[in-house]
């Protein structure tokens, strides 16, 4: 399967913004998610979406923050990042989650099996 595709990453200050965004040329499950890996440490989920009912989740960390959307005419999801933190620095990846998972696993990696190459985003303080 064709891997999504994550863009908008970059560099920022603290307190910017920043929207990443992540195509996919077919929807496979009814659920997308974004997870971030800092250096040294393990991938983390941030947010996900439903592509029918926009349904969203968001980890405590983001929550507040982040704001996750989705186009679906453009099988395109977005990931709204305002107020950002050094903490926040990681490589941002978007995933397709496995077609037939719970959505109670939603913030686990394994419950997904279509990842992107990820997009950088550097917040310095």
């Known amino acids: 399967q064709v891997q999504p595709v994550e863009s908008g990453g970059g560099l920022v200050q603290a307190g910017d913004s920043l929207r990443l965004s992540c195509v996919v040329s077919?929807?496979?499950?009814?659920?997308m998610g974004w997870f971030r890996q800092a250096p040294g440490k393990e991938r983390e989920f941030a947010a996900a979406?439903?592509?029918?009912?926009?349904?969203?989740w968001y980890a405590d960390s983001v929550k507040g923050r982040f704001t996750i959307s989705r186009d679906n005419a453009k099988n395109t999801i977005y990931l709204q990042m305002d107020t950002l933190k050094p903490e926040d620095t990681a490589v941002y990846y978007c995933?397709?989650?496995?077609?037939?998972?719970?959505?109670?696993?939603?913030?686990?990696?394994?419950?997904?099996?279509?990842w992107g190459q990820g997009t950088q985003v550097t917040v310095s303080s």
């Open positions: 077919t929807r496979t499950s009814n659920s």
């Open positions: 995933a397709q989650m496995r077609r037939g998972y719970s959505l109670t696993y939603v913030h686990r990696p394994g419950s997904y099996d279509n």
């Open positions: 979406i439903t592509w029918i009912g926009g349904s969203t």
